[in-house]
Each structure stands twice: as C-alpha cells, then as structure tokens.
C-alpha cells in the first residue's frame, strides 16, 4: 500500500439517505441531492454516486495528465477527459468499472496513448483504483 508522504488537503463531506438522500462538503461549497439512477429503479432526478465518481475522477485524471504532458514535453492545455462509470451487479452486491477517454489535440494517437498510459501511473484516483475494479484508459 502506498502511503502519501505528508497530506496537503483533506475534503470533508456529510451523507444522509444513501442514495436516495442527501451530500454536503463540510465548507459549504457542495450540496447534492442524492437519487438512485432510474435504471436501477430510482427516480433518477437526483445525482448519483457514480456520476459524482466520474467527475472527481476525470478532474483528478486531468490534472495528473498535465504532469505527464510536462514530463514528456506534451501539451495538454486543450486536452478533454470523458469518464464513464458503470455499476451492476457483483457476486451478493455491486461493483464498479470506469473507462476514460482523452483527448489530447495536436498529436498523434500514439503519442497521446503513451501520455494517458503515464497519467494513469500517476493520478491518485488510477492508484486508489488499480486491482480493484477494472478500469480502461483510451486515448480517442
């Protein structure tokens, strides 16, 4: 396990309801009402929690493919990350898979595969993910 050296920031959020209920980060900044997605027979009018995984997740992935773009002489600035997170059923429960696909304009796609592969070393979330739910990384 992979321990941080020292930690910088540390979110803090409340959770009432599952998910049929109710997020807010301790600084008031994010406050979420919670609904089961329609396909897994909730009112879908809500967020759900695997919408609010792609977003810190592609936010996070974003963010670390501007180190890899730097470290191999890319530019990223115009890049777009697109996270798709999927559940279903899992053996008694559920489980989850995310595929990310990027785009990096004015390089080739085999240059922008090996920048997404390097990112996916180094984003934080692609750690936290890695041999516990599968997870595709694509540069498109």
């Known amino acids: 396990m992979n321990t941080p050296e020292?930690?910088?920031y540390t979110a803090r959020a409340e959770v009432t309801g599952g998910r049929d209920g109710r997020g807010a980060t301790d600084d008031g900044k994010l406050e979420v009402a919670?609904?089961?997605?329609?396909?897994?027979g909730g009112s879908g009018e809500g967020t759900n929690p695997e919408q609010l995984f792609a977003v810190g997740y592609g936010a996070c992935f974003q963010g670390a493919l501007g180190l890899a773009g730097k470290e191999m002489g890319v530019d990223?600035?115009?890049?777009?990350?697109?996270?798709?997170?999927?559940?279903?059923?899992?053996g008694e429960s559920f489980?989850?898979?995310?595929?990310?696909s990027v785009s990096i304009p004015g390089i080739d796609k085999d240059q922008a595969q090996k920048v997404v592969d390097r990112t996916h070393e180094l984003c934080p979330y692609s750690k936290a993910t890695r041999g516990n739910i599968p997870v595709e990384v694509v540069a498109v």
């Open 6 to 8: 020292s930690i910088a």
């Open 34 to 40: 919670l609904q089961t997605p329609k396909e897994m």
């Open 76 to 90: 990223t600035s115009k890049s777009v990350v697109n996270a798709e997170v999927g559940i279903g059923k899992e």
């Open 95 to 100: 489980g989850l898979s995310v595929k990310l």
